[in-house]
């Protein structure tokens, strides 16, 4: 197993198992400055290694799945990019992972007056919960004759509405490729 997959496995599970409050999306990409980012014109899909490790997690985020490579493919055909079946310039592959996040606040509602006046004012406390998924998306671009990572995106955000989970899925995709190819320094 090469380093920089058990360094992706320790982050995604971090990020699975850990306590994480993100309220808006975010978006980090690195890349290699070393490849040749406008000799990339064909790309193929592969299926992380992290799914194949787990397959049980292919199954749980197979909606998800389906979303980001129609994303993906969306994007990447914007950008000139052809997706094949054999040859290809790079290989595209991700994974992705979700925790349910359940927060409870507990507000104290004071008032004055009523029955008691000055004298004992009633207080109330009010409990309402949050619950949402926060989610994290890494998409890599690996060169395929030396399997070496040329690109990497880390999507993370919160989903509040299950119902419109497919826009936070594409809006993350397409602030990930805003940055494919990526700005070299000349």
Same mark, same amino acid.
């Given at each position: 197993m090469s380093s920089g997959f058990r360094v992706l496995t320790?982050?995604?599970? !971090? @990020?699975?198992?850990?306590?994480?409050? /993100?309220?808006?999306? =975010?978006? =980090? $990409?690195?890349f290699d400055p070393s490849v040749d980012f406008a000799r990339i014109h064909r790309y193929?899909?592969? &299926?992380?290694?992290? @799914?194949?490790?787990?397959?049980?997690? =292919?199954?749980?985020? %197979?909606?998800? /799945?389906?979303?980001? #490579? !129609?994303? *993906?493919?969306?994007?990447? &055909?914007?950008?000139?990019?052809?997706?094949?079946? +054999? %040859?290809?310039?790079?290989?595209? &592959? @991700? @994974? $992705?992972? +979700?925790?349910?996040?359940?927060? #409870?606040?507990?507000?104290?509602?004071?008032?004055?007056? !009523?029955?008691? !006046?000055?004298? *004992?004012?009633?207080?109330w406390t009010v409990t309402t919960t949050e619950q949402y998924i926060d989610g994290i998306l890494v998409m890599d671009m690996v060169d395929p004759r030396t399997s070496q990572l040329a690109w990497r995106a880390y999507c993370w955000d919160s989903i509040r509405d299950m119902q419109n989970r497919h826009k936070n899925i594409e809006s993350a995709v397409r602030k990930a490729f805003n940055h494919f190819p990526p700005k070299q320094k000349q």
């Open positions: 320790a982050c995604v599970l !971090g @990020f699975i198992l850990s306590p994480l409050a /993100i309220r808006a999306q =975010k978006v =980090k $990409v690195e193929e899909w592969r &299926t992380h290694p992290l @799914f194949d490790k787990y397959p049980e997690l =292919k199954e749980q985020y %197979s909606v998800a /799945i389906q979303l980001v #490579m !129609g994303a *993906a493919n969306q994007q990447l &055909t914007k950008k000139g990019a052809l997706r094949v079946d +054999s %040859s290809p310039d790079v290989y595209l &592959t @991700f @994974f $992705v992972g +979700s925790k349910e996040i359940q927060k #409870m606040r507990t507000e104290v509602v004071d008032t004055w007056g !009523g029955w008691y !006046g000055w004298y *004992a004012p009633p207080i």
